[in-house]
């Protein structure tokens, strides 16, 4: 009976801070909370998407307590996204912005009440996205810093790197028709979709490339093959994060 | 993302397109434009010759009463004319009614799509204006929008930085009135006041008028902290209609170069002329 109380006392982690709460336009360390937050990065045919459902799914089977998330999901501003992408009303500036407003709601009422409440966050996709993605297209890596800046910094930010060939052939042959703004045509590059796209994945591989160091990414090779590669994720994650914690509380434990 | 710590507020310069070699203005001609912090992506701001004129205040303080009046002015001075306001863009403009309507926003989202409004309208509408040589008349900037977040706990240099590429105005007046003065007006236009307008999503009081005079004199502290350093002309709301605007055409006259500036408002818009 006691042991409830011992489980809501007992710190999460040594140096978590409760006190701190979020602050919105205000940068919040992974101290400030004690959940956990898993992000993957990449280009398009990197091979990203599949390896956090994996990851997603042993961790499921497993029994823990998690929650996944994704880029670009929240109805919010989907209505204005499609407007915006069909009558090509997008500039650099409203395109980043209106990405940062939907993801501004998923942090503030998923993201943050999760990690608050002690959960595992998976996130296909994070920040870093809109860093390559917008810088690419020629916002400001210092105003894009700061719009971002109310976001959790990740435990764990994998980077799955895959040679612009490759993640570009995976792309091209899987989808019949690029569209507008995925292949980077309102950057005036080159008349055809596939060239435009090309190029623009380019830039955005540069632009992920200079932040493997600054931003603590963790690549991974995104040629390997899916078991290997998610043999390395799972390994990583386990030696990283204290997976006991979100685990489901056992009798024999309390 | 060690490095977010040590961002700091963009100072205020003077800016050209960073890419093709321009000298920037540095406040060498009356028509140089420059931005808050830093550039829009692709505009080169030696291109545009327009006036950008601004009329902060807050609801009920004659802002636009006053812009009517002066549009109807300034056209039949010869001027070409185009206004801009808050969620008035065709990308989200709606979508903020909605968010507004249901109530269902947290206050980050709702800061970023105030933004994503405001550039919309940068881009597609006041820039253009001004490329065009056209006067901008601009109902509330991002000073309005900036007082907003500060209020509801967003960081200021946040805020700042996120505007950062905004065009500074030629002529920024500050229609000032008291909260009570401009509870009254409020009223007796609508028989009501808004939700939003009272500040309700702050908890600030369970009485409506309370409500509205604490939210509204939060803002204007927050005016007031931006007045100096961003130039306000500030004049007195709760004058006459015909007092304010006379003062602000003897501004933007000189502004533009408009000698004589006397008018009466056409039969259309008399009934505002009290």
Redesign the interface.
């Known amino acids: 009976m006691e042991n409830q109380d011992t489980a809501v006392k007992a710190p999460p982690r040594p140096d978590a801070s409760k006190t701190t709460l979020p602050?919105?336009?205000?940068?919040v360390p992974s101290r400030a909370y004690p959940g956990a937050l898993i992000v993957v990065e990449g280009t398009d045919g990197s091979g990203k998407s599949t390896q956090l459902y994996l990851l997603k799914r042993w961790l499921e089977i497993g029994g823990y307590r998690l929650h996944f998330t994704e880029w670009n999901s929240s109805p919010?501003?989907k209505?204005?996204t499609r407007?915006?992408k069909q009558?090509r009303?997008?500039?650099?500036?409203?395109f980043s912005?209106?990405h940062?407003?939907?993801f501004?709601?998923r942090?503030?009422?998923q993201i943050m009440p999760l990690l608050q409440g002690d959960y595992l966050v998976l996130a296909d996709r994070y920040i870093y996205t809109a860093f390559a993605r917008d810088a690419a297209?020629?916002?400001?890596h210092?105003?894009l810093?700061?719009?971002y800046?109310?976001a959790p910094?990740p435990d764990i930010t994998f980077y799955f790197r895959a040679p612009l060939e490759v993640a570009v052939d995976r792309i091209l042959s899987g989808r019949p028709k690029l569209k507008y703004y995925e292949a980077g045509m309102d950057l005036g590059l080159s008349y055809e979709r596939p060239e435009s796209f090309k190029l623009f994945q380019a830039r955005i591989l540069e632009e992920y490339d200079k932040m493997v160091d600054?931003?603590n990414f963790v690549v991974l090779d995104g040629t390997l093959p899916v078991n290997k590669l998610q043999k390395q994720m799972r390994d990583i994650v386990a030696s990283k994060i204290d997976l006991k914690r979100f685990a489901p509380r056992t009798p024999e434990q309390e | 993302?060690p490095?977010?710590?040590k961002?700091k507020l963009?100072q205020p310069v003077s800016s050209a397109a960073p890419e093709d070699g321009a000298k920037p203005a540095a406040g060498d001609s009356e028509a140089s434009h420059t931005f808050f912090?830093?550039s829009?992506?692709?505009l080169n701001p030696q291109e545009l010759n327009g006036s950008l004129i601004v009329i902060e205040g807050m609801d009920g303080s004659g802002r636009s009463t006053q812009i009517a009046l002066l549009q109807e002015w300034l056209e039949s001075e010869g001027f070409s004319v185009q206004t801009s306001g808050l969620r008035r863009s065709?990308?989200?403009g709606r979508?903020i009614d909605e968010?507004l309507a249901k109530n269902a926003?947290?206050?980050?989202?709702l800061?970023?799509?105030y933004?994503?409004d405001f550039?919309?309208q940068l881009?597609?509408r006041i820039v253009p204006a001004l490329r065009s040589g056209a006067v901008v008349l601009a109902d509330r900037f991002i000073f309005t929008l900036i007082a907003r977040?500060v209020v509801?706990?967003?960081?200021r240099?946040?805020?700042t930085?996120?505007y950062?590429?905004a065009l500074r105005p030629h002529l920024t007046f500050w229609l000032n009135v008291r909260p009570e003065t401009a509870f009254a007006r409020e009223f007796k236009k609508a028989q009501a006041i808004s939700y939003w307008e009272a500040g309700r999503d702050m908890s600030l009081s369970h009485d409506l008028y309370w409500s509205f005079v604490r939210y509204q004199t939060m803002i204007k502290r927050e005016l007031e902290s931006m007045a100096k350093k961003n130039a306000f002309i500030e004049l007195d709301g709760e004058a006459s209609v015909s007092a304010v605007n006379k003062q602000l055409r003897q501004r933007i006259g000189e502004q533009l170069g408009i000698r004589a500036s006397k008018y009466t408002p056409s039969s259309a818009l008399a009934h505002l002329w009290r």
């Not at chain 2, 926003?105 to 989202?109: A, E, F, Q, S």
């Not at chain 2, 509801?152 to 960081?155: L, Q, T």
């Open positions: 602050q919105p336009g205000r940068p919010l501003v209505s204005a407007r915006g009558k009303l997008l500039t650099p500036t409203t912005l209106l940062a407003a939907d501004a709601d942090c503030e009422r297209r020629g916002c400001s210092r105003w810093r700061n719009l800046r109310f910094v600054t931003d | 993302m490095d977010h710590e961002d963009p912090g830093e829009l992506v692709g065709n990308l989200v979508d968010l926003v947290t206050r980050l989202t800061a970023l799509m933004a994503t550039f919309d881009e597609h977040g509801r706990g967003i960081n240099d946040y805020l930085g996120l950062a590429m």
